[in-house]
C-alpha cells in the first residue's frame, strides 16, 4: 500500500522554527519527485517545496524562499522540511505527496495508489 505520513507539526511563535516529516511506505521514495503543500482555512491547496527524484534538485514557493529547506534522508525513506523565520501566515495543514515541480509550479501528482495523507497542523502564533 502506497502511504506517505506527515508528522512534526505544532504550535510556535512567530520566528520560531518546526522540521515536518514525510515518511513514505510502500514505494522508494527517492525514485520520485515529493513535494509539500499546505492548505490554510478558507483557502485553496498550494505548493510550498519539492525535491527531484535524480539529482535532488529543489523548488520553493515565493512565499518560503530563504525561509524553508527542503531535504531527502533515502536510508529512511523520509523527506524533511525545515521551517525557520515562521510567520502567522504560514498557519496551515501540511501535506506531502509525489509531485511534478518546475520553477513555476509546484503541484501534486499521485501514482497508482497515493491520495492525500491527513497531514500535520502548523500553528503560528504568538
Known amino acids: 500500500q502506497v502511504q506517505l505520513v506527515e508528522s512534526g507539526g505544532g504550535l510556535v511563535q512567530p520566528g520560531g522554527s518546526l522540521r515536518l516529516s514525510c515518511a513514505a511506505s510502500g514505494f522508494t521514495l527517492n525514485r520520485h519527485v515529493i513535494g509539500w503543500f499546505r492548505q490554510a482555512p478558507g483557502k485553496e491547496r498550494e505548493g510550498v517545496s519539492c525535491?527531484?527524484?535524480?539529482?535532488?534538485?529543489?523548488y520553493y514557493a515565493d512565499a518560503v524562499k530563504g525561509r524553508f529547506t527542503i531535504s531527502r534522508d533515502n536510508a529512511k525513506n523520509t523527506v524533511y522540511l525545515q521551517m525557520n523565520s515562521l510567520k502567522p501566515e504560514d498557519t496551515a495543514v501540511y501535506y506531502c505527496?509525489?509531485?511534478?515541480?518546475?520553477?513555476?509550479?509546484?503541484?501534486?501528482?499521485?501514482?497508482?495508489?497515493?491520495?492525500w495523507g491527513q497531514g500535520t497542523q502548523v500553528t503560528v502564533s504568538s
Open positions: 525535491i527531484g527524484n535524480i539529482w535532488g534538485r529543489t
Open positions: 505527496a509525489t509531485a511534478s515541480c518546475s520553477d513555476n509550479k509546484i503541484g501534486h501528482s499521485f501514482i497508482s495508489g497515493g491520495s
